[in-house]
């Protein structure tokens, strides 16, 4: 396929036909008439070799391949809008933009309060949007990133894709005050036979995969898409629960929970900002990114409180 010989304006009548399913409601979306509407539905049925859109008694439905291309189309005209949206210069005091970041909510809790408030003084007119990490982010990274700024995600979990570090930070164990049979101190044995509350896909933590090497293998009784849950689902129960000391730190007065030492050498967390390689040179991301890597700079340097 020649990209060359394609019209990029089609990629949004695509879209908008995709979603919309309806000829006239795409045309009003994108300003076109009925006539230049349809007009781009027969090219893109040409280019196809496929109808798209099929009328089912008043009304149209997606095709199989349209019903493919629906995401992709998502997909691809969100990284041609980031890709014509990039800048040579930029200046964060007179300029006005978004930028969406994926994040869990411990990554906004413990380091995007901190960069809102820098964006706040540096930057009036940016706004920052952030959205829930996906469970499906480490099957389908590359389309995630494609249709965001920036992803904050601890080294381990992803791979090939840029990244900036940010800050470091340990694991702890959350457990009940009132838990009735651990006392100071946690032991291997403890985390084979207590029930855990984990967040999401277990496996795919870098210090549950070590514990795995270690041949403890955790028993997840509950599993939540919030770190900041755990507390709540492991105080009055038998319940242990893996977190980041930073957290466990801003966490403690909301539950009667316990915060021990893991019985091994955990490995550290890592935390970066990862993006999609159309925006590595784009002035306004790279500025994104200076601050970002400056922020947590602040968290980790010498003097800084420790997280606990």
Do not use: C
């Amino acid at each position: 396929m020649n990209l060359a010989r394609l019209d990029l304006n089609l990629v949004v009548a695509l879209r908008a036909l995709l979603e919309e399913r309806n000829v006239t409601h795409a045309g009003q979306r994108v300003g076109l008439s009925q006539p230049a509407m349809s007009a781009a539905l027969a090219r893109l049925r040409r280019h196809f070799d496929d109808d798209l859109l099929a009328r089912v008694g008043g009304h149209y439905e997606l095709t199989a391949l349209g019903q493919v291309l629906l995401d992709r189309t998502a997909t691809a005209y969100d990284v041609l809008e980031r890709l014509f949206a990039s800048q040579a210069d930029f200046d964060p005091a007179r300029e006005s933009r978004e930028f969406k970041l994926v994040a869990s909510d411990y990554a906004v809790s413990v380091f995007g309060a901190a960069l809102v408030r820098a964006v706040h003084e540096e930057a009036p007119g940016i706004r920052l949007r952030f959205l829930q990490t996906p469970a499906t982010v480490v099957d389908d990274t590359g389309t995630l990133l494609s249709a965001v700024d920036g992803l904050f995600m601890p080294h381990g979990v992803i791979n090939d894709f840029p990244a900036t570090d940010l800050y470091e930070d340990r694991w702890v164990f959350l457990v009940a005050d009132d838990h009735p049979s651990v006392g100071d101190r946690l032991t291997r044995e403890d985390l084979a036979r207590l029930p855990w509350v984990t967040y999401q896909r277990t496996y795919d933590a870098p210090p549950v995969r070590q514990l795995g090497m270690l041949g403890v293998e955790p028993r997840a009784e509950v599993s939540v898409d919030s770190f900041q849950l755990l507390p709540l689902m492991v105080a009055g129960t038998r319940r242990i629960a893996l977190v980041q000391a930073r957290l466990a730190r801003l966490l403690a007065p909301i539950a009667a929970v316990r915060v021990l030492e893991p019985p091994y050498e955990a490995v550290p967390l890592r935390e970066a900002m990862w993006w999609h390689p159309v925006h590595t040179h784009d002035a306004g991301h790279i500025w994104l990114r200076e601050t970002a890597a400056r922020i947590g700079a602040r968290m980790t340097a010498p003097g800084a409180p420790d997280p606990l």
